[in-house]
């Protein structure tokens, strides 16, 4: 179980700061998909990085709290981090690239990282590997085990970085965009192993995605940031069927239909503002069709509307208090 409470990771540039995640709550409990959608820049990225500690310079986690089954990681020292990276929790990043090291093979990289943290032989290790690869749709796994990253294309790549992202079973799988470089086929199967990964080993996975369709078939719950902050949050039936936020239903009502085409996915009007220009009040307000006065001087808090569903909206009083 993950628990990322009151996050904030700047960035302190030379134009000043820039508040990527700004006061994020986000709690992913065992056997369950949670899904973090939003607009490019909205923080996803740093939200994950942050939980790995792997934001790097001019980025800085500057308060909160993240726990993995209750034991806190900010305070870990490097070491112990390491140890905890593709052992209890594993990443697949948005960039493959970044995490391949082009001198090795990718079948020398995939059992190595097994080898590292599961008490097996290198001949097991060897073996699970050209399963995974086959498992995640690599073609002629046994040939691709010796190649080298730059020989893969680019989708191949992202399986051999899915791969090894699973092969060593998380207790928490944090994916980034996982399956946006691929085709319709391999992006199904993926999707199916990694639900997998949830029922049969009972991991909880952390989906980070602009596809609403993805969300709406593997997460449990979602939430969906803006500018660093979360402004909503729900059961995925409840999201779907009753967003509150405008800028949830402008995201929800930007899915292509069917025989619609590719439509891009997200298409509210206007643009994320800069984080280093932040809207006064509601940090939607300048694109939302039914700001009111208040919502250009004042920030809303995030507020329990229902059961599991919160929002950051004037427009929804709230019976519950402020979460966060
Ligand atoms: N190295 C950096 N220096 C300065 N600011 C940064 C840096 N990396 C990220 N940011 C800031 O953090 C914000 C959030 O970035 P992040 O990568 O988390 O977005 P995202 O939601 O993952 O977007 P996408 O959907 O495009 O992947 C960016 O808008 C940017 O302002
Ligand atoms: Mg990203």
Redesign the pocket.
Known sequence: MLEIERLRTH?F?SRGV?P?VDDVTITIPPKSIVGVV??????????ALSVLRLV?S??RIVSGSIRLDGEELLTKSGSAMRAIRGDRISMIF?EPMTSLNPVYTVGRQVSEAITLHRNVSRAEARDGTVEMFRAVGIPEPEKRFKSYPHQLSGGLRQRVMIAMAMACRPELLIA??PTTALDVTTEAQILRLMKELETAFGASIML?T?NLGVVAEMCDYVYV?YAGRIMEQAGVFELFDNALHPYTSGLLGAIPRPGGGRRRLFNIEGMVPS?LGLPRGCRFSPRCERAVSRCHEEEPELRGVAGEHSVRCFLYGGEGGAVS
């Open positions: 960035f540039t820039a990527a939003g607009e490019s820049g909205c923080g996803k990225s740093v939200t790097s001019p980025g948005q980034d965009e980070i602009h940031m984080l």
